[in-house]
């Protein structure tokens, strides 16, 4: 049986050390999610955080993509494999204030490979870039970005559809937490310390809803990294920039002030690179943490 928390947090697999599992250890049964990120000198990198006890971190290196000290923020980049030994892991990224739709991988022969498609200029100071797919029996996309200014943006490339809601300069960061057949949900943090929701119908016709989760404490951290734990919580890491460190947390299903949230501890590691964001597989099971 997984531990008191796991219980406690909505089924999050979350396992103090010395739990038995069906599985046989409890590192096994923990969650983990993959922290990308891109490195001063423009390296692709990513570390796996296990949410065992202690905490695990693996740190790998991938491809250099970028010039030195260009990449700005990213969106969530997700791996899709094909036949034999190819595969691609794509997603968008600000170098400057341009975007791109970026890709590396390799080809069916193992052949290297990275390629970049600029989306148009004019991003300078944006906080936030992310995309949104719920691959359930209808697949549904949305691009989200969240100007300096406050103002968050929607683009639904299936309709083509752009939405703006202005509002929420004092964000700092936010991370997707939900991805359904009608909403997406961001977990949000504030320059104050706030901790909030965001819940964003698909439908143009309705408002984002915000709700408060925790008042204060939350504001050190420059990114926010999540990934779904159990059926319905959220295995979150806050990252400091400063201090170049990761605490973990296990969220559970978000409602409001409400929400129980377990902190796990800091993470092993450095983690000083100037660009963080989630690493995850195509075709995973969607966010479901609100």
């Keep these: 049986m997984v531990g ?20 046989g250890s409890a590192a096994a049964a923990a969650c983990s999610l993959t922290a990308g990120s891109i490195t001063a000198s423009g390296d692709i990198a990513g570390t796996v955080i296990t949410a065992s006890s202690p905490i695990i971190a693996k740190r790998t290196t991938g491809p250099r993509m970028f010039s030195p000290g260009v990449a700005k923020i990213a969106s969530t980049w997700t791996k899709t494999i094909g036949v034999g030994a190819d595969y ?7 170098l400057n204030s341009t975007l791109y739709s970026g890709a590396y991988g390799q080809d069916t022969s193992g052949k290297p490979y990275t390629s970049l498609k600029s989306r148009g200029s004019g991003y300078n100071g944006y906080k936030v870039i992310e995309t949104s797919q719920y691959w359930g029996k209808v697949f549904r996309g949305a691009e989200y970005s969240l100007r300096g200014d406050g103002v968050l943006y929607r683009y639904t490339p299936a ?27 961001f977990l949000a943090n504030t320059y104050g310390g706030a901790l909030y929701t965001i819940h964003i119908p698909v439908d143009v016709r309705q408002s984002p809803v915000v709700k408060k989760v925790r008042t204060s404490t939350w504001q050190s951290f420059e990114h926010l990294v999540a990934e779904k734990c159990g059926s319905q919580g959220t295995l979150l890491a806050g990252i400091d920039k400063d201090t170049g460190s990761a605490y973990l947390y296990a969220v559970g299903h978000a409602n409001g002030p409400s929400t129980l949230i377990k902190g796990l501890g800091k993470v092993p590691g450095s983690f ?4 963080y964001y989630l690493h995850t597989a195509e075709g995973s099971a969607p966010l479901y943490g609100e």
Excluded: C, F, H, N
């Design 272 to 275: 000083a690179d100037p660009v």
């Design 4 to 23: 008191a928390s796991a219980v406690l947090l909505g089924g999050l697999a979350v396992a103090p050390a010395g739990t038995a599992t069906a599985g």
């Design 88 to 94: 691609q892991v794509y997603g968008q990224v600000i």
């Design 159 to 185: 309709t083509k559809a752009v939405s703006r809601w202005p509002g929420y300069s004092a964000v700092k960061t936010m991370a997707l937490i939900s991805e359904t057949p009608t909403y997406d949900t």
